[in-house]
């Protein structure tokens, strides 16, 4: 099972970053796909997830309107394009695979490693 995620890096606030992640070694099709984050000190959280078929979508409150998720089951990948990036989106994002849908807990069946998001103010 891998889960590579790739698209991180360093941005100035306002700017924009889109992650991607490619799924392997398992069937995509019964797994909500998403992104966690977590940033020093603070709690994991839930950034966004998405269902197989699109039909249940999760944002935090705090990047709604700012970030898309979208997914293509044929490649078995999940983006997500961030925009209007502020400083306290500075985190490590992880990508992530839950079982049976998408679900509003920091709690996975497999995760990727990890990429740094970091926006200067």
């Known amino acids: 099972v891998q889960l590579q995620a790739s698209g991180g890096g360093l941005v100035q606030a306002g700017g924009s970053l889109r992650l991607s992640c490619a799924a392997s070694?398992?069937?995509?099709?019964?797994?909500?796909l998403g992104w966690f984050r977590q940033a020093p000190g603070k709690e994991r959280e839930v950034v966004s997830c998405?269902?197989?078929?699109?039909?249940?979508?999760i944002y935090a409150e705090s990047v709604k309107g700012r970030f898309t998720i979208s997914r293509d089951n044929a490649k078995n990948t999940v983006d997500l394009q961030m925009n209007s990036l502020k400083p306290e989106d500075t985190a490590v994002y992880y990508c992530?695979?839950?079982?049976?849908?998408?679900?509003?807990?920091?709690?996975?069946?497999?995760w990727g490693q990890g990429t740094q998001v970091t926006v200067s103010s």
């Open positions: 992530v695979a839950q079982g049976y849908g998408c679900f509003d807990v920091p709690s996975a069946d497999f």
């Open positions: 998405i269902s197989l078929n699109g039909g249940n979508i």
């Open positions: 070694g398992f069937t995509t099709d019964y797994y909500g």
